[in-house]
């Protein structure tokens, strides 16, 4: 078909013979229409309604009859046109003809170019105005939400994976990739490999001497410990993470078979074997066991911080201690202190103190005629710094070499520090009438910070039983608090923690998590290079206590929020929307990889 060009106005008369152009006589057409070229016409079609020097509208039937063929415009059969002329009486005669009609409808490439209208003359008036300010609302809202280039806080993971290097953690994570089949080979080799090590099996040893072994160990049934080693099949992603809990429990109960539960329960990794306990760390670690124990009968509810505090000694750190008033920080301190026949000495900051009066200074003695120095409280094993936010920057500084060099310099004469020493701080972190902010240089000496909150329900019921029965929190002897360790085996606890062995890929995991730090659109300082050091010194300490000889990603976890919480900086914006260290921290961890 070809374009024949405009019609005219007015009515058409039928120029063919065809019974439907007859019984419309004539036609009223209004586009543009298209007419028959040579090759239609040879086909047999006839054109009606002459438009110009073209045919229009109407071709003619097919050689069987069956059909009419329209070509051109629709506008005759248009509602707004079909009472005009002959339209109506063409529109029945087609529909009588035949059984079928087949309509052509003119596209894009049958109108002249130069006649189409643009965009712009197809859109009303009102629409230009409309879409240039949509566009710049668009932008404008782009802008605002992405002022921190990325979101404000690290969104959790449809996962919750507290550890992800634990086999929970990665069956957990493989089962959202679903790739069940990968999680549960990951599992299986990695638990057998465990197993193998701590019941030192030959490494070539085969799943059922592990199965054996381990059955042999914790009492159990071979073949149950078989069929969870080997064939379990788990149905769905809940039965693989169930698979995972029990595999964990048998390496649980086959360590704690062997070698004894841990102080503080055992920690997972899969390269990490169980340490050869000589006989001095195993009674190293029970001593201090004991003295978790000891500090219980005194303060209830507060585990971890008693934990947080005997790691800070290990790796021969600081501890910033911050909770509501009544919750036992100065006791915990006194208590823990006395458990391990340590010197302590306490000094309450208050707005006149003086650096002298914590450091020591130079007093003259009539007797001699000379200025001797006398020593300040910083001078002991534990200093409990009790309230430390209450006195100014100018006394909390004296506090930076002590803590840092382990010396205090006064009159230019350089004094050591005991060995060990511990600065145990408390801070109120509702109160901020009369207090001084610790400067960024003083927290990042902070080993640790420990955030004692209220006791649970029960726990809070027994320390009022003990109040009850009589218990006074002035007289620990009374209370049957008994020392446990004294500064030797202190010192050979520190010595063990530092052997403990760290794989390349667990140092650049914390160096990813550092940088993790450094990057974060809700951080404005991030981590400094002492705070990983920090970490690590923190982690060693926390993978000897639990037992083994090697730190893993979890130990790392584990002691990141209490290790970073106080050395970083939140943005403004984020403290206004509400937004916590710890929420930003956990973010930090759940976006890093984990070395595997």
Same mark, same amino acid.
Request: hydrophobic content about 45%; overall charge neutral.
């Given at each position: 078909m070809r374009l024949a060009g405009g019609a005219p106005d007015g009515l058409d008369e039928a120029a063919c013979t065809l019974a439907p152009a007859e019984r419309a006589g004539g036609l009223s057409a209004g586009q543009q229409l298209l007419g028959i070229d040579d090759e239609a016409a040879a086909a047999g079609f006839e054109g009606c309604f002459a438009s110009g020097d073209a045919f229009a509208v109407v071709a003619g039937p097919s050689p069987h009859g069956a059909e009419v063929v329209l070509v051109g415009s629709v506008t005759p059969f248009a509602n707004a046109t079909i009472d005009e002329a002959g339209n109506a009486a063409l529109a029945i005669g087609l529909l009588g003809s035949g059984d079928r009609l087949v309509w052509y409808l003119p596209g894009p490439g049958d109108a002249d170019a130069a006649d189409a209208p643009t965009l712009g003359e197809l859109m009303p008036g009102w629409a230009s105005p409309l879409l240039v300010l949509l566009v710049l609302v668009?932008?404008?809202?782009?802008?605002?939400?992405?002022?921190?280039?990325?979101p404000l806080v690290f969104e959790d993971l449809p996962v919750d994976v507290p550890a992800s290097e634990t086999g929970e953690g990665r069956a957990r994570l493989y089962a959202r990739g679903s790739a069940r089949g990968r999680a549960l080979d990951q599992l299986r080799i990695a638990t057998i490999r465990r197993l193998a090590t701590m019941?030192?099996?030959?490494?070539?040893?085969?799943?059922?001497?592990?199965?054996?072994?381990?059955? !042999?160990?914790?009492?159990?049934?071979?073949?149950?410990?078989?069929?969870?080693?080997?064939?379990?099949?788990?149905?769905? +992603?809940?039965?693989?993470?169930?698979?995972a809990n029990e595999l964990d429990d048998l390496e649980r109960r086959t360590r704690a078979a062997l070698t004894g539960p841990g102080p503080c329960g055992p920690a997972h990794d899969r390269k990490a074997t169980m340490t050869d306990p000589t006989p001095d760390d195993a009674q190293l670690r029970a001593a201090l066991d004991r003295v978790r124990t000891e500090v219980g009968k005194a303060v209830v509810g507060q585990d971890g911080a008693v934990t947080g505090l005997i790691i800070a000694l290990l790796a021969d750190g600081h501890v910033l201690l911050e909770g509501v008033p009544g919750v036992a920080k100065t006791l915990?301190?006194?208590?823990?202190?006395?458990?391990?026949?340590?010197?302590?000495? =306490?000094? &309450?900051? $208050?707005?006149?103190?003086?650096?002298?009066?914590?450091?020591?200074?130079?007093?003259? +003695?009539? =007797?001699?005629?000379?200025?001797a120095f006398r020593e300040g409280p910083v001078f002991t094993n534990l200093l409990l710094a009790d309230? /430390?936010?209450? $006195?100014?920057?100018?006394?909390?500084?004296?506090?930076?070499?002590?803590?840092?060099? #382990? &010396? *205090?310099?006064?009159?230019?004469? $350089? #004094?050591?520090?005991?060995?060990?020493?511990?600065? %145990?701080? $408390?801070?109120?972190? /509702?109160?901020?009438?009369?207090?001084?902010?610790?400067?960024?240089?003083?927290?990042?000496?902070?080993?640790?910070?420990?955030?004692?909150?209220?006791?649970?329900?029960?726990?809070? *019921?027994?320390?009022?039983?003990?109040?009850a029965d009589g218990f006074d929190p002035h007289d620990l002897a009374a209370a049957g608090v008994e020392p446990?360790? !004294?500064?030797?085996?202190?010192?050979?606890?520190? %010595?063990?923690?530092?052997?403990?062995?760290?794989?390349? +890929?667990?140092?650049?995991?914390?160096?990813?998590?550092?940088?993790?730090? #450094? #990057?974060?659109?809700?951080?404005?300082?991030?981590?400094?290079?002492?705070a990983v050091a920090g970490l690590l010194a923190a982690s060693k300490a926390w993978a000897w206590l639990t037992g083994m000889e090697k730190v893993t990603p979890d130990h790392v976890q584990a002691m990141l929020l209490p290790a970073w919480r106080h050395r970083v900086q939140l943005r403004p914006e984020a403290e206004l929307e509400?937004?916590?260290?710890? &929420?930003?921290?956990?973010?930090?961890?759940?976006? *890093?990889q984990v070395p595997l």
């Open positions: 668009t932008i404008a809202a782009g802008v605002r939400s992405g002022r921190r280039f990325g019941l030192r099996l030959p490494r070539a040893a085969d799943v059922d001497a592990v199965a054996a072994a381990a059955a !042999g160990a914790t009492g159990l049934d071979a073949a149950s410990v078989r069929t969870l080693l080997v064939d379990a099949e788990p149905h769905g +992603d809940r039965d693989l993470v169930r698979l915990l301190v006194r208590t823990l202190s006395r458990t391990l026949r340590l010197e302590t000495r =306490r000094v &309450q900051f $208050t707005p006149d103190l003086m650096p002298g009066d914590v450091t020591g200074s130079l007093a003259y +003695d009539p =007797r001699s005629g000379e200025f309230e /430390i936010n209450r $006195t100014p920057p100018k006394t909390q500084s004296a506090l930076l070499e002590a803590m840092e060099e #382990r &010396q *205090v310099s006064v009159d230019g004469v $350089t #004094r050591p520090l005991p060995d060990p020493f511990l600065v %145990a701080a $408390t801070q109120n972190p /509702i109160e901020y009438e009369g207090t001084y902010a610790l400067p960024e240089a003083q927290l990042d000496r902070f080993l640790l910070k420990l955030v004692l909150d209220v006791p649970e329900r029960d726990a809070e *019921v027994s320390m009022l039983r003990r109040h446990v360790l !004294g500064p030797a085996e202190l010192a050979a606890a520190r %010595a063990a923690a530092r052997r403990v062995g760290v794989a390349d +890929d667990v140092l650049a995991y914390l160096v990813d998590l550092a940088r993790a730090t #450094r #990057r974060s659109p809700s951080m404005r300082l991030g981590v400094s290079p002492r509400g937004v916590s260290v710890d &929420q930003v921290l956990r973010g930090v961890v759940q976006q *890093v």
